[in-house]
């Protein structure tokens, strides 16, 4: 039987990459609501994309050295709050702050599950 750890750090885990692709997903309806242009839809993405792709081994190098496991559960929810904010925002300002928010918050995650 398998350690009911794995389980919830696997779900986790796949829950958060899940998560990467529903941006790009809700880019047409945000763009529509927020009136944004091509650039500015570009802008979010390149934003949610970058500050995941920066964090994720800073956090894979301090995961090394350092024990925190309160950085799982801790960036699951800052991470959900974050995605669910992009949703109630109102100005591409802060889209693009709760997106990179959830990316970057989500990065935190992948370093400790491997």
């Known amino acids: ?10 779900i986790g885990h796949l829950i958060v990459d899940l998560s990467q692709g529903i941006l ?36 894979g190098v301090l995961s090394d050295r350092y024990s925190m496991p309160w950085l799982m559960p801790l960036g699951l929810f800052l991470s959900g709050f974050g995605l669910a904010l992009t949703g109630m925002v109102n100005s591409y300002v802060f889209t693009v702050a709760c997106g ?11 370093p400790r599950g491997v």
């Open 1 to 10: 039987m398998i350690n009911p750890y794995l389980w919830v750090l696997s």
């Open 24 to 59: 790009p997903i809700l880019m047409p309806l945000l763009a529509q609501s927020l009136q944004l242009s091509y650039f500015q839809v570009g802008t979010v993405v390149l934003a949610f994309t970058f500050s995941s792709a920066i964090i994720q081994p800073v956090f």
């Open 100 to 110: 990179s928010a959830e990316r970057y918050w989500g990065g935190r995650i992948s």
